[in-house]
């Protein structure tokens, strides 16, 4: 064996070996990202709840309770929680739906994004159909636990959201829970008069997986939760809930 073909076998080896210490590194990095995105996320989500939390025992006018909270973030509207459930956020708003898609409540850019308001809504709840959207995310956070509401007995365990506004405190009672596909516009805000609105509200109340025993009319405000569902394409599950204060 020639001490070039020796030569030759050690720049092969070597090159193989930092070729698979490359490959090995992506590796580790692909499997830890996640990881550590989600770790962020969950801090920064406590931190946030905590915040909220104390502020509830510290200000006894229910305005103050949002007024740090505010001074991170001032497109919030309001706080969204499911007792019993992971559900405990707040929901933003902004004049672009899609920009937090891929924010968080910090505005940073993030994979977990937030809980927000349709852009056609105001917070104030003037709109007969208020729509907060979350992520189905897999780490079980934002509305992934609300995949459990395909359950009729985790419905009759959870049937309140709380979503409460900057000025009071709110309770929904829900009244349908569906699967559907992004072609049915269950997401209307605006409605020609009663009867139009009336006719959506029946037709929410057909899509329901089962009967909630709950009835809607035209006399009452609504709220929307939407996240995606997989089990066909560009699916939505959708929770329907009424004011009930």
Not at 25 to 49: A, F, G
Not at 212 to 217: E, I, K, L, R, Y
Request: aromatic share 14%; charged share 25%; glycine share 2%.
């Amino acid at each position: 064996m020639t001490k070039e073909y020796k030569k030759s076998l050690h720049v092969i080896r070597a090159a193989i070996i930092i070729i698979l210490f490359i490959i090995a590194t992506y590796c580790v990095y692909y499997i830890v990202k996640p990881m550590i995105i989600t770790y962020k996320n969950d801090n920064l989500n406590k931190n946030i709840s905590k915040k909220y939390h104390q502020s509830i025992e510290k200000n006894t006018n229910f305005k103050d309770r949002y007024s740090d909270l505010e001074k991170i973030n001032p497109d919030i509207v309001g706080w969204l929680n499911i007792s019993g459930t992971k559900v405990d956020y707040p929901v933003v708003r902004t004049n672009d739906n899609s920009f937090y898609l891929i924010h968080n409540f910090e505005k940073q850019p993030s994979n977990h994004r937030s809980i927000f308001m349709d852009f056609r809504n105001m917070g104030d709840l003037k709109t007969k159909n208020n729509i907060i959207y979350g992520h189905n995310m897999k780490d079980g956070s934002m509305f992934q636990q609300l995949m459990n509401f395909k359950d009729k007995s985790y419905f009759e365990s959870h049937p309140i959201i709380e979503f409460d506004t900057l000025t009071e405190p709110i309770k929904w009672q829900i009244f349908s829970v569906y699967v559907t596909s992004t072609k049915f516009n269950y997401i209307r805000t605006e409605f020609n008069n009663d009867s139009d609105y009336e006719d959506f509200l029946k037709q929410l109340k057909s899509h329901s997986m089962y009967d909630t025993g709950v009835n809607v009319s035209k006399d009452d405000t609504i709220l929307t939760l939407s996240t995606c569902s997989y089990e066909i394409e560009d699916g939505r599950l959708a929770i329907e809930a009424k004011l009930i204060k």
